[in-house]
T-cell receptor, first 113, second 112 residues
Framework: DAGVIQSPRHEVTEMGQEVTLRCKPISGHNSLFWYRQTMMRGLELLIYFNNNVPIDDSGMPEDRFSAKMPNASFSTLKIQPSEPRDSAVYFC???????????FGQGTRLTVV | GQSLEQPSEVTAVEGAIVQINCTYQTSGFYGLSWYQQHDGGAPTFLSYNALDGLEETGRFSSFLSRSDSYGYLLLQELQMKDSASYFCAVKGSGAGSYQLTFGKGTKLSVIP
């Protein structure tokens, strides 16, 4: 398996633009997590899905952020409109129920100018 | 909700032993994990403790005390490549699934 795949690896966009981050979890994993990492706040859990259903989105900062998981092999995190304070590394991770290990993608480094 | 506390930075000498502590508060608890992250990389899994006691994996060991809401990661025979950030993470229940919440990380610097 290729592991968790995220795209793009880097994204630079202008304030006000829409940004879409993509994630393909490991096949067979039924839990998917989106995290945001910054120096100040560390690794923040934004949202997690179980069996494609959003279970807890209390970490989503505000209405500008939305996430979907239309099927077991794909998830998106969308920011609309983007702001400079959204600049961070966004990680997607997946695991299977009963597993103790979560597998992370390589992350998307987002810069909003 | 969940919250975790760990030191922000630790420095240790190559070949020595270092212990990184983690205390947590959580509304539901299944276990404590440790992850390693090198600069520019992704977090990678090191260990998991569901029960009290010590788990050993090569040079790394992890300990958990559920009654004290406390755990630690022990790194022995430190090598330069161990310089990285180390995160403790709580696996807690939430709405029928397993939420994974991370501490802010401890940056370990190994010096010659």
């Amino acid at each position: 398996d290729a592991g968790v795949i995220q795209s793009p690896r880097h994204e630079v966009t202008e304030m006000g633009q829409e940004v879409t981050l993509r994630c393909k979890p490991i096949s067979g994993h039924n839990s998917l997590f989106w995290y945001r990492q910054t120096m100040m706040r560390g690794l923040e859990l934004l949202i997690y899905f179980n069996n494609n259903v959003p279970i807890d989105d209390s970490g989503m900062p505000e209405d500008r952020f939305s996430a979907k998981m239309p099927n077991a092999s794909f998830s998106t995190l969308k920011i609309q409109p983007s702001e400079p304070r959204d600049s961070a590394v966004y990680f997607c991770a997946s695991t299977a129920t009963g597993n103790t290990e979560a597998f992370f993608g390589q992350g998307t480094r987002l810069t909003v100018v | 909700g969940q919250s975790l506390e760990q030191p922000s930075e630790v420095t240790a000498v190559e070949g020595a032993i270092v212990q990184i502590n983690c205390t947590y508060q959580t509304s539901g608890f299944y276990g404590l994990s440790w992850y390693q992250q090198h600069d520019g990389g992704a977090p990678t899994f090191l260990s998991y403790n569901a029960l009290d006691g010590l788990e050993e994996t090569g040079r790394f060991s992890s300990f958990l005390s559920r009654s004290d809401s406390y755990g630690y990661l022990l790194l022995q025979e430190l090598q330069m490549k161990d310089s990285a950030s180390y995160f403790c993470a709580v696996k807690g229940s939430g709405a029928g699934s397993y939420q994974l919440t991370f501490g802010k990380g401890t940056k370990l610097s190994v010096i010659p």
